[in-house]
């Protein structure tokens, strides 16, 4: 199950490649481990996908269901920086969206912070609307809950 664009290729992703982009994604802070993708996914319905070019791994996405059955949840994703603004994190996005649709889910939501309005630019530009921000820490780090129906 994998999709080719044209200068790059979707498919399913394993856990360790999800971990090698995450500590290849400067706005993720700290160290994050196997078992931080393992534990989160396991026992769920979930989606990780990975983007590359000739073997070289570009950028990811994961998501999973959410406590509401019909609701996705699209946890983690990010494009390396010397990939961006190449369309991998739309086609990577799309790939989910359709993916989450066919599997049954009539919506799916995120969650970024206030610190990266890119992310929330590209929301609002994906149909996604702000249904909640959530105070946490300074306004920086207040998280914005974005939704989009499917």
């Not at 856990?15 to 994604?25: F, M």
């Not at 309005?117 to 809950?145: H, S, Y």
Request: hydrophobic share 40%; aromatic share 14%.
């Amino acid at each position: 199950m994998s999709q080719v664009h044209s200068s790059f290729t979707i498919r399913q992703a394993s856990p360790a490649e999800l971990l090698w982009l995450h500590e290849h994604i400067p706005e993720f802070p700290g160290k994050a481990s196997l078992e931080f993708y393992t534990e989160r996914l396991k026992h769920r319905l979930h989606l990780a996908l990975v983007a590359e070019r000739e073997g070289e791994l570009l950028g990811f996405k994961v998501g999973y269901q959410s406590d509401t059955p019909d609701t996705f949840y699209s946890w983690m994703g990010g494009v390396r920086p010397e990939f961006r603004k190449h369309g991998i994190a739309k086609a990577l996005a799309e790939y989910q969206e359709n993916w989450a649709r066919e599997k049954g889910f009539t919506s799916v939501f995120f969650k970024t912070r206030n610190r990266f309005p890119a992310m929330i630019t590209f929301g609002l530009n994906r149909g996604f609307k702000i249904i909640e921000v959530i105070p946490k820490g300074g306004v920086d780090d207040f998280r914005v809950v974005m939704r989009k129906e499917l």
